[in-house]
């Protein structure tokens, strides 16, 4: 009817249409199978690889295990996602199950993964389990003295009392546009959200006289917002908290740090809290911004129990830190021959033919002279060929990761992909062609699956 009623022009155009349901399905799953096998193709031909995990619920209510891989193709070092799978209670021994069915379908070997990086302590065998440092620096700032803790949850009531109400929400912002404020609004604290503690407590602070004139008469909240030694302790806990978040973000990234570089802004970390110490007991206060600011807009000078506060709880900082770091800062400090190869001294854990090839390295002074901190693992990829042992000794330290991000990365993108109107995907495939780096090559894909280009497509 067509052709006869419209011509040949608008046949073509009909032909255009898909007629099945679920061609834009097929193609994903094709292009995600030729993107997986690609991925499968290079760390079979990587001498190392290592591995990150991590788990979520989905909407559905389903627990995922998502788990990338990082592994050496063409003189580079590379990650991308390897499986994402839905997992029923999420025990060390399920999780080690469904990672090792998935390397042996796949052809891979247990001997070749030198790093597994969790965040927590998974009984997985493995020849270097790391624990997440996101995680564990997260552990640290968690902990906190008793007083603190009760201004904090006070700061958290005070905020969610406002914020979590559309009627006192608006109420208050109305207020905060009549006096003329900086912001019209509270921050929302959750715990999950634990990082943006700083931000919610500083503008608690920046808002507290609007707050105090909104909550008259409301709440027993009042009198903490009226009590000085109590926004003391607020502008405190806003300052460490933001300081600590900047270490997080720093520690965070998909082409993070290589763990060197990591437990460096760490140990500088742990150095500044003794020195933030030493100024909180000298009386100055330059260091935590927002504490200086309240104590000289107020003409203030802290008690003696409010300073002891600070400095038990920076000490106490500094202790968590040591007590998750440190065994870890002592193994990385007898390798730091890796970071600085051109020292004179040998590390005398290291065989003979290693120690060798250092010394022969250490002494070539082209390579002393193209040498660069910032790009660790490219340059001992540049010397795999001619020092074989140094190079074995040094990426089986350098390629494991040093944190999960890049599984928060994946489960940010799996929460885009999998809405509660589309509960019953299936993740994997879409998962996979989000959030992979390798370039699909749609010809290849065609080819394999003998298929024609789709105009509409």
């Known amino acids: 009817m067509r052709p006869t009623m419209f011509g040949e022009k608008e046949v073509k155009e009909i032909k255009r249409i898909p007629l099945s349901n679920n061609t834009v399905a097929r193609r994903i799953d094709d292009m995600a199978e030729w993107a997986e096998d690609e991925l499968i193709r290079r760390v079979v031909c ?23 891989v990082r592994y050496i193709w063409q003189n580079d070092m590379h990650e991308d996602i390897l499986f994402c799978k839905p997992i029923s209670r999420g025990t060390a021994e399920e999780i080690f199950s469904v990672i090792d069915s998935y390397i042996k379908e796949k052809g891979l070997q247990w001997k070749n993964c030198f790093g597994i990086c969790t965040d927590g302590a998974r009984a997985i065998p493995c020849a270097l389990w790391t624990h997440c440092s996101l995680h564990r620096e997260a552990l640290v700032s968690k902990v906190l003295p008793t007083d603190f803790k009760t201004v904090l949850n006070t ?96 520690l965070q990234g998909s082409n993070e740090s290589d763990i060197f570089a990591v437990h460096d802004r760490i140990r500088a970390f742990m150095k500044k809290l003794m020195l933030w110490k030493s100024c909180i007991e000298d009386g100055k206060y330059d260091c935590f911004e927002t504490l200086e600011t309240f104590i000289i807009e107020n003409q203030l000078q802290p008690k003696t129990n ?29 390798l ?122």
């Open 336 to 457: 730091n021959w890796i970071c600085n190869p051109f020292q004179d001294r040998l590390p005398s854990s290291m065989s003979t033919k290693a120690s060798e090839e250092l010394i022969d390295l250490s002494k070539d002074t082209s390579l002393k002279n193209s040498f660069n901190r910032k790009q660790l693992t490219k340059f001992w990829l540049s010397v795999a060929g001619n020092y074989p042992c140094l190079f074995d000794e040094a990426i089986k330290v350098l390629l494991p990761f040093s944190t999960s991000y890049l599984c928060e990365a994946g489960f940010s993108a799996m929460i885009s992909i999998k809405t509660k109107y589309r509960n019953k995907l299936d993740l994997s495939n879409s998962l996979r062609l989000k959030v992979t780096k390798i370039e699909v090559d749609a010809k290849a894909v065609m080819t394999k699956n003998r298929k024609q280009i789709h105009p509409s497509h």
């Open 155 to 250: 700061a958290v009531k005070i905020v969610n009392y406002i914020k979590t109400k559309p009627l006192q929400a608006r109420l208050f912002q109305k207020l905060c546009e009549e006096m003329g404020s900086l912001h019209t609004s509270l921050l929302l604290h959750t715990e999950v959200r634990w990082l943006s503690r700083g931000k919610v407590l500083t503008r608690l602070v920046e808002l507290r006289n609007e707050v105090t004139i909104y909550l008259e008469g409301k709440t027993e909240y009042i009198e903490s917002l009226l009590d000085k030694e109590f926004i003391l302790k607020l502008t405190y806990l806003a300052d460490i908290f933001s300081k600590l978040k900047e270490l997080n973000l720093y």
């Open 46 to 68: 990587s001498k190392y690889y290592t591995l990150q995990l991590d788990e979520s619920t989905d909407v559905q209510g389903l627990s995922q295990l998502l788990v990338f």
């Open 306 to 334: 409010i300073l002891s506060a600070i400095s038990t709880h920076l000490s106490l900082l500094k202790n968590n830190f040591d007590a998750y770091f440190g065994e870890e800062m002592k193994k990385l400090d007898s």
